[in-house]
Nanobody, 115 residues
Framework: VQLVESGGGLVQPGGSLRLSCAASGFSFSNYAMSWYRQAPGKEREWVARISSGDGSTNYASSVKGRFTISRDNSKKMVYLQMNSLKPEDTAVYYC?????????WGQGTQVTVSS
């Protein structure tokens, strides 16, 4: 199981970024996918989740209405579209896959929101 995130970077407050997570080595369509983040000195926190079946989504209250999670099973990709970014969104963002018998984390991608 391998997950590789990309798309992080430096963005000004109010800006947008789209994170991508490329999956390999497992039956992607059977796994629920999530994004987590970890800011300096803080615990890792859940951001968003998309199911394996009907593609239903859930969001943390801190990002609801600003972030959108999506997946493309044909490409084995999951995305996080982040709009109206705030300085408090600064963190390392991680992709997480969970299935019936296994789970895996990506290595993370840094997002910095600063003027």
């Amino acid at each position: 199981v391998q997950l590789v995130e990309s798309g992080g970077g430096l963005v000004q407050p109010g800006g947008s970024l789209r994170l991508s997570c490329a999956a390999s080595g497992f039956s992607f369509s059977n796994y629920a996918m999530s994004w987590y983040r970890q800011a300096p000195g803080k615990e890792r926190e859940w951001v968003a989740r998309i199911s394996s079946g009907d593609g239903s989504t859930n969001y943390a209250s801190s990002v609801k209405g600003r972030f959108t999670i999506s997946r493309d099973n044909s490409k084995k990709m999951v995305y996080l579209q982040m709009n109206s970014l705030k300085p408090e969104d600064t963190a390392v963002y991680y992709c997480y896959a969970v299935g019936r018998v296994a789970s895996a984390w990506g290595q993370g991608t840094q997002v910095t929101v600063s003027s």
